[in-house]
């Protein structure tokens, strides 16, 4: 009787570096949560305000699903749902999940699994990741390169982008990324952050993304390592002190 569509909303956020766009887990603690009351809306959250998304579970955080006479008219109530809903503290994919629900690919139902990265080359996703980081409230916040310098110091902070697990090695039985003295570039992996199941390496150049933090033509060398492997971490946790040393090759 009628159409049903349900929305899966994840903590996670969207990142663009060099390399790629791809989608991070982002756990944190939730500083205000509404989802109203409406009829032939249901909803199944795991979320509520002064909660904290761990980054020990996979990254869904609520199920909303609503029920319509047809598939556009209930693609049209789900948009006007979700903008009403309200999460700060993390970020969401939800207005991603609001782009998707107002494409016409996706309303005429004609797409298969190549549908997610051709819709991101259709969009502004710097419009996007803004938006994004907006409705997260405090957590779209962007690091400030004048805070990661140590004052007296040519020194910079590498801080922690989210709340994560921290890995310094691969795997037990390998040697770790890097160790105190090594000398690095922006592309060179420094440790492996696991957030909801998902391992993610992480480099330099992660951070260069609307602003030049590191320089990427230079050589660093790891002057600390702050963090030891396997201990969970919160974002802005201060991981990795490093110092550019000019030229040479990363070792």
């Known amino acids: 009787d009628g159409y049903a569509i349900e929305a899966r909303v994840n903590a996670e ?5 060099v390399d790629e766009i791809a989608f991070r887990p982002h756990p944190g603690e939730i500083k205000s949560c509404i989802f109203p009351s409406e009829d032939a809306v249901e909803i199944i959250a795991s979320v509520n305000e002064g909660k904290a998304v761990s980054p020990y579970y996979d990254s869904m ?6 029920h319509a006479e047809d598939r556009s008219r209930c693609a049209k109530k789900l948009v006007d749902y979700l903008e009403s809903v309200r999460i700060e503290g993390v970020s969401t994919n939800i207005p991603l999940l609001i782009k998707i629900l107002k494409d016409e690919i996706f309303l ?7 549908y997610l990265p051709n819709l991101l080359d259709r969009l502004d996703v710097g419009a996007l990741i803004s ?3 907006s409705r997260a409230g ?16 040519t020194e910079i902070k590498v801080v922690a982008p ?3 697990i ?8 390998e040697p770790d990324y890097v160790q105190v003295g090594s000398r690095i570039t922006t592309q060179d992996t420094l440790c492996q952050l696991e957030a909801m199941k998902i391992f993610t390496p992480l480099k330099l150049s992660d951070f260069n993304t609307e602003n030049e933090l590191y320089d990427p033509e230079a050589i660093f060398e790891v002057k600390r390592i702050n963090i030891n492997s396997g201990q969970q971490i919160n974002a802005g946790d201060l991981l990795f002190v490093v110092e550019e040393c000019g ?5």
Request: proline letters at 4%.
């Open 13 to 17: 956020k969207l990142v663009r570096t």
């Open 247 to 251: 030229g040479g090759q990363s070792n």
């Open 166 to 173: 921290f890995y310094s090695t691969p795997s037990p039985s």
């Open 138 to 153: 405090d957590a779209g916040e962007m690091i400030d390169a004048k805070a990661l310098e140590i004052e007296g110091t």
């Open 131 to 133: 938006i994004m980081e």
């Open 162 to 164: 989210s709340s994560a």
């Open 61 to 66: 955080i609520a199920q909303v699903i609503v």
């Open 108 to 114: 005429g139902g004609k797409y298969d699994t190549d």
